[in-house]
């Protein structure tokens, strides 16, 4: 659908630019203009569309003279040869063979309508159309009367004839109608639409704003001065938190080291984190610890546990007004609680990232770096970005509360847990507080670890239907220390071990990491299978000091 189609949609009949000429005009005698009223011969040709009625100015005189489409002659008869004296031998093209070939062309741009011109249409000027008498001089331009004499169409012409085209006051004859106005007319629309939907949009702004119209901008509101964040928000959180959490920096005295995070545990400036930060260091190095707002402190290991990887450093100069971060009860952490993490990943210090906690009590095995000792635990798994340098940074719930130590990631390229050099992939591991905090509490007084036992030796064999006692072997240790806890309770080497209190136990780490989450001295209660034939019995945890 073209545009000049749509732009011409709706619009009224252009009128003709110029009399037509009957094809056959009839040979009789010139007559002068016919009066009004007179009815029209037959050679007359149909009026075209209709107009209303108008008078026609008269005119006098003849048409300009050297115009290009200058009256016939005087005298000039219809069906008679033009352009050649009467008797002349020569053939001129009769009226009839004009109107054949296209003659008359349209009329040239012509002054204004009733302009008083001469040759204006309906103007007071020589020869003008519909003005003193017909096309031609002296009589009308078909032979007998004027076109359309006597009748109420196209206006009555001057000395009471009809005369073609006479306009009507206050409408002149329109100019003849030409290919690109349906295009321009659109694009006048367009733009008269766009123009009146901009308009009455700065008219509505206007008026919303005071009600004056004088300008359509609308200021933008000013940003409030102070700006402040609640306590709750992550914002509010990190803002509180990052000026308790340090970067580390371990520098073994063999030149291998790294960095990692530790927060706050207490006012005599005592930084709780993970035992493989801090390992390189421990015998021989250097330690230091930055904090957020760059003053870094010498610091020395207190004391550190390779099976929970928890470790307690102190700095040997603490500053006034240390903040120790609060800790929460990580029993209470749910399934879905949204968690920060706060840490120094790939040595970008005091980063912030958040997530959920998307499992519980999920077993970790992991190790110091060195490929000798494993630890275990029963970890809290969150979607919150750790990557290598986050180890020993706390993991926050939303009010700002440790709930765990971030500890090690499922990597992809690894295939295993542990601190590889691998990106985060959404699944982080985290010891829970309150384990960590036992931990803590005998390193400070003791310098040395304390972990709970049931006395029995289980395969670390990971996946399967339980944890199974190893199978007594010749020469070496028994599986089943004599007088142990496991020994009193009736447990026996080959037993399975399927449930520790509530919670299924699959293999040997899954089981550990289960019994130290408690302390020496706890009563649990163990299923098993021996034979086929399941039983529960219960246990009176022991303990072990230091690392075996």
Not at 66 to 89: C, K, N, R, T, W
Request: net charge negative.
């Amino acid at each position: 659908m073209s545009t000049e189609n749509e732009g011409n949609e709706g619009k009224a009949p252009a009128v003709p630019s110029a009399p037509p000429v009957p094809e056959t005009a009839p040979d009789t005698a010139p007559h002068a203009a016919a009066s009004e009223g007179t009815p029209a011969s037959e050679g007359t040709p149909p009026s075209g569309p209709s107009r209303p009625q108008g008078a026609g100015h008269q005119g006098t005189g003849s048409a300009p003279e050297g115009g290009p489409y200058a009256a016939p002659p005087a005298g000039a008869v219809a069906g008679e040869p033009l352009g050649a004296p009467a008797g002349d031998p020569v053939q001129a093209p009769t009226v009839s063979q004009a109107a054949a070939a296209g003659w008359p062309p349209p009329p040239p741009v012509q002054p204004p309508y009733g302009s008083g011109g001469d040759a204006a249409y309906g103007g007071t000027g020589d020869a003008a159309y519909g003005g003193g008498q017909g096309y031609g001089a002296g009589q009308a331009y078909s032979a007998g009367q004027a076109y359309g004499a006597g009748a109420p169409e196209y206006g009555g012409g001057g000395q009471g004839t009809a005369v073609w085209g006479a306009p009507v006051p206050g409408h002149g004859p329109k100019q003849p109608p030409r290919r690109s106005a349906g295009l321009i007319t659109a694009v006048l629309v367009a733009a008269l639409v766009a123009g009146g939907v901009g308009g009455g949009v700065g008219y509505w702004a206007a008026e919303n704003n005071g009600g004056s119209i004088g300008s359509t901008t609308v200021s933008a509101g000013e940003a409030p001065k102070d700006l402040k964040r609640d306590a709750g928000t992550v914002a509010g959180v990190a803002a509180k938190s990052l000026p308790s959490v340090v970067t580390i920096e371990a520098q073994g005295s063999n030149g291998e080291g790294g960095t990692g995070t530790g927060f706050v545990y207490d006012k005599e400036g005592h930084i709780l984190t993970n035992n493989h930060v801090v390992a390189s260091a421990a015998n021989g190095g250097d330690l230091t610890a930055t904090f957020s707002d760059g003053k870094k402190h010498a610091a020395e290991v207190v004391g550190r546990a390779e099976g929970y990887d928890v470790a307690v450093i102190k700095l040997k100069k603490a500053p006034s007004g240390l903040v120790p971060l609060p800790l929460a009860n990580s029993d209470q952490v749910a399934v879905g609680d949204p968690t920060i993490a706060i840490g120094a990943p790939f040595g970008l210090s005091n980063t912030v990232t958040t997530g959920i906690i998307s499992a519980k009590n999920r077993p970790v095995a992991s190790g110091d770096g060195s490929g000798s000792n494993n630890s275990y635990m029963s970890a809290l798994q969150t979607d919150a970005s750790i990557n290598p340098g986050n180890s020993g940074g706390p993991l926050l719930d939303s009010r700002g509360a440790v709930i765990g130590i971030n500890s090690a990631i499922q990597s992809a390229g690894s295939g295993g847990l542990g601190q590889s050099q691998a990106g985060s992939i959404g699944l982080g591991f985290a010891i829970p507080i309150n384990q960590a905090k036992n931990v803590a509490e005998q390193l400070i007084k003791t310098g040395q670890p304390v972990y709970p036992l049931i006395g029995a030796t289980v395969s670390v064999a990971e996946g399967g239907d339980g944890a199974m006692i190893s199978p007594q072997s010749e020469g070496g240790p028994p599986a089943v220390t004599p007088d142990g806890p496991a020994a009193k309770a009736g447990l026996k080497a080959g037993d399975v071990i399927t449930k520790f209190n509530d919670t299924p136990i699959d293999s040997g780490p899954t089981l550990i990491g289960q019994i130290w989450t408690h302390k020496p001295g706890d009563k649990v209660t163990i299923t098993y299978k021996r034979d086929g034939k399941e039983s529960t019995v219960d246990v009176i945890l022991g303990e072990r000091k230091g690392e075996s």
